[in-house]
């Protein structure tokens, strides 16, 4: 396994590393408590500018790399630089800085490596079997090796120390957070082309916590040379990878908190890999040294963990060559840092597959195949494959993933059917979700998977992603198949988005006479926040695919969360809501009017009014404030641990609020 600097040496189909020429600076030198240490924009990773010994053996590199700790700086402070966690910098870590030197910061190539040492111990995260070195060759390449010995036969080998991690600040949507749906809630931005490519709209395929997006335009006409787009604050980036030389180009895929992009781009042998984007700094990686002969990420979380699809050279038992395998990518892992998930699956009689979404757990949802090559829907949770069932036929498929393991995708519910979008929840989805059929099908015999039903069209529909909050978003087909929309799932009703484009949004999508002149024809993403990515077109150009992010705009919005749960000396449960206002004006004449919770009782769902009086007047919230509001419910509930959901429901003057929130019985 080699790392190379992609613009000094050709594409040979190895573990790349490149710095996007002109980019911003990355890398600045400082001074704390006296000490000299290099930061890097938009992280907390810093590196110790100082030298370590010429000479030094593994253990040796780890105790100069602790020493660090104790290191009593200029001042009199104690910890180097005023940080008392240093520790051996990865490889990832090490090689992001010697790139980094290369992208116009001014620094000269490897300029804070000890002179004369090209050989650097890497930390922590190595092989099993020996340690990791890392080879340097100012100008030209890195490489690195294990040595079992710890000494490298010899070699004078020197240390980087490193503390915080690559993984920025990110932006915190709201969570466990129930809201209120209803015409005109939604404010629609169309995302617009990348400066030099004016007459080009891009496809957004992913958004983030922030409301950032990423996806892929194609300059030269479809599926030629795609560049990778990154839209915030309103602009559109375009964010092409030089070295993607293949017909395909470049596409990305999925984004996450802090900004981070993963996705594939192509090798003139028309091989696929997959790549992480950092702010200027492209991680490309085909990893044919471990049979592989395409790869690429379709989700990453907010550690930087991705989950993909290898497409495998070589066979295993049980599974032919060229099939695909779902993977689970680290970052910060020695070699390639990916983990073939096949194993998992053929525990369960499976055989390949593809990654398609992650949690900040590390779930990973995507779907597998039997031995009848029939899809089934999965859920990966460290290390065990979870077979998620389907809604009365074979075939399953999983595209989203939320904080709490909830899945979302669709299935088909006969033969001949067209599928329907799904709600998976370990334990029991029914639980304050109305599903359609009543009698969902699973191979646990508990109603894990919910049908959600459609839009009306017998061509069915698809869920497509799933927020904190269990409100869901993806595509379906209208009454009479007339058209695909986008749909919101939330507050137990599916929703056609174009219903919901509210009257504030700015052109092209202001509506006129109540008609909007933009059709979103596919939901992809929803974030915690509650904005969601869409594609669809202008009615003027309903040829011309564009993508459109929308932003809940309520002026008073009313959440919901349970902040507490007890049992009374009456020995009730006992249930605290907080009821917040997440808008920007107040709700004014705010009343519970409704509470239920509803449990598993003899294997049904059933729903259990609470016993405190209503409606509880809260009167007015404003914006950012909190009230609190406590709900009793008979013991003969359920017992004490089993899995509940809070239905609620509140009207103010702007309007009403509602949802689902689940919890777990005191």
Known sequence: ??????????????????????????????????????????????????????????PSAEAWAASLNTFVNADGTVGYGGYTDWHLSTANQTIYLLVNELDGTGFGPFAHLTPNIYYY??????????QAYLWVVPGSYLSWDTDSAGI?????????????????????????????????????????????????????????????????????????????????????????????????GAIGYAINSSGVIAGAFCYPAEQQGFFTWNYGTYLDELPGNIGVYSAWASAINTSGLAAGTLQVTTGTSGCPANYYHPFLYNPNA????????????????????????????????????????????????????????????????????????QVTGDSYTCSGCGPDAFLYTAGNATIGVTCHPSTPVSPNSSAEICDLGNLGGLGG????????????????????????????????????????????????????????????????????????????YLNSNPTQTVSFLLTPTSAAALTATVTATSINSSGNYVVTITI??????????????????????????????????LPTVL????????????????????????????????????GSAGGTLRFALP
């Open 619 to 654: 009167d007015g919230v404003v914006p950012g404030a909190t009230e609190t509001l406590t709900l009793s419910f008979p013991a003969t509930a359920g017992a004490a641990g089993a899995a509940a959901a809070l239905r609620w429901n509140l009207t103010s003057s702007t």
């Open 121 to 130: 111990w890497l930390g922590t995260s190595g092989p099993a079997a020996g």
């Open 152 to 248: 490298n036969t010899g070699l004078p080998t020197g240390a980087m120390a490193v503390r915080g991690t690559l993984i920025g600040q990110t932006c915190d949507g709201q969570t466990g957070s129930g809201q209120a749906g209803g015409s005109g809630t939604f404010s629609v931005v169309e995302i617009p082309p990348a400066a030099a490519y004016p007459t080009i709209p891009p496809t957004g395929l992913a958004l983030n916590a922030c409301g950032a997006v990423t996806g892929t335009f194609s300059p030269f006409g479809y599926n030629i040379q795609q560049h990778v787009f990154l839209y915030q604050n309103g602009v559109t980036e375009d964010l092409k990878d030089d070295a993607a030389t293949c017909g395909a």
């Open 461 to 536: 529909s698809q869920g497509n992603g799933i927020n904190a909050s269990g409100q869901i978003v993806g595509q379906s087909w209208t009454t009479g198949n007339a058209a695909q929309h986008a749909f919101l799932f939330s507050n137990n009703s599916m929703l056609d988005l174009n219903s919901e484009i509210a009257s504030s949004s700015p052109s092209p999508c202001t509506p006129v006479n109540g008609t909007s002149p933009c059709t979103l024809t596919n939901a992809v993403a929803i974030n915690d926040s509650g904005q969601i990515l869409a594609q669809g």
């Open 334 to 405: 020695l070699g390639t840092g990916i983990t073939d998930l096949n194993s998992s699956i053929q525990a369960i009689g499976g055989c390949g597959g593809q990654g398609l979404a992650i949690n900040d757990s590390g779930q990973i949802a995507g779907y597998f195949t039997d031995n009848h090559s029939n899809p089934h829907a999965y859920l990966y949770s460290a290390g065990t494959v979870a077979d998620l069932g389907n809604l009365g036929y074979q075939f399953a498929y999983a595209y989203g993933v939320n904080a709490s393991g």
């Open 580 to 613: 917040t206002d997440t808008g920007n004006s107040p709700a004014n004449g705010v009343e519970l009017t409704s509470a239920s919770i509803v449990v598993v009782q003899s294997g049904k769902a059933v729903s259990i009014p609470t016993s405190t009086a």
């Open 1 to 58: 396994m080699s790392f190379r600097l992609r613009f000094l040496l050709p594409c040979l189909g190895s573990l790349l590393f490149a710095a996007s020429p002109g980019a911003s600076a990355q890398l600045s030198e400082t001074t704390q408590h006296g000490e000299p240490l290099v930061v890097v924009a938009s992280t907390t990773l810093v590196w110790a500018d100082t030298p370590s010994p010429g000479a030094l053996d593994w």
